[in-house]
């Protein structure tokens, strides 16, 4: 019987019909080092198991017509059931659709402070509504696109989860420097070697002053998050210090933005 210092971060649940792609999560990369090391756990639950005919039948015609198939709500109700007992009860349950709130690095690092989360990956042309009006607590989009199943979504909120969690990542502060941790993408970033096809590296990064990097830093991300993401930062809404910022390093204009790496002294 573990102890209450050695229990998992977050124990995740996912009803899912392929759990055999969740290997991508549980055995790779950040990821498969927090569950290896027992930071976090991941059950597995498969709707099918619950189907209650010789085929495992977990999906059946739209009422009203239509096109597809829609999964059944006593078969998820009964894989949420073990899913939770698996994991907790008290588990906020999560399921991945399109017409769900967008995910975004707050949310992330708010889904982080849960013990347990229990993902649900639909398929097919989605979930009977009564099962999402009953038993789950928020529906979650990655994006405003469609893909095949909810499987890909989960995995993509299982990182993006993991990430926050104490202990996960190598250094303590880079969960808090990755792009949107602060509304804003991420600085350009640089290593050896110090020249490359002619490009040199910013010399500020070089001259050891910490104060001036993270200026610089803060100012190129400003400056990219205005350029590419004006849905994120608007200039109507970047302060007076930060265009002084951007003032010094010659960034206030768009072009100034894109030039070449040795050109951004």
Not at 182 to 191: A, M, R, V
């Amino acid at each position: 019987m573990p102890t209450s210092e050695s229990l998992p971060l977050c124990r995740f649940a996912v009803l899912t019909l392929f759990p055999e792609m969740f290997a991508a999560v549980s055995e790779w990369g950040v990821t498969g080092r927090a569950f290896q090391s027992g930071l976090c756990e991941l059950h597995l639950q498969d709707p099918r198991d619950e189907a209650t005919d010789r085929h495992g039948t977990v999906d059946d015609r739209p009422y009203g017509g239509g096109p597809g198939m829609v999964m059944q709500a006593p078969v998820l109700s009964a894989a949420l059931a073990k899913a939770k007992t698996a994991v907790g009860a008290e588990a906020t349950v999560i399921a991945l659709t399109p017409q769900g709130q967008k995910l975004d690095a707050n949310l992330a690092r708010t889904l982080a402070e849960a013990s347990s989360l229990v993902l649900v990956a639909g398929r097919y042309e989605g979930m009977d509504e009564r099962f999402i009006d009953r038993e789950v607590d928020l529906e979650l989009s990655v994006g405003d696109f469609v893909v095949s199943g909810g499987e890909l979504p989960a995995m993509l909120l299982i990182d993006a989860v993991t990430r926050w969690l104490p202990g996960v990542l190598g250094h303590e502060a880079s969960a808090e420097e990755d792009s949107f941790s602060e509304g804003l993408l991420d600085c350009p970033h640089y290593t050896r070697p110090e020249v490359h096809e002619g490009d040199r590296v910013p010399d500020v990064l070089l001259s050891g002053d910490h104060a001036a990097i993270a200026g610089w830093r803060r100012a190129q991300a400003l400056r990219r998050t205005l350029d590419r993401r004006p849905d994120l930062l608007s200039w109507e809404q970047v302060t007076e210090s930060d265009r002084a910022l951007l003032e010094k390093w010659d960034l206030l204009t768009p072009d100034r933005g894109r030039q070449s790496p040795s050109e951004q002294v």
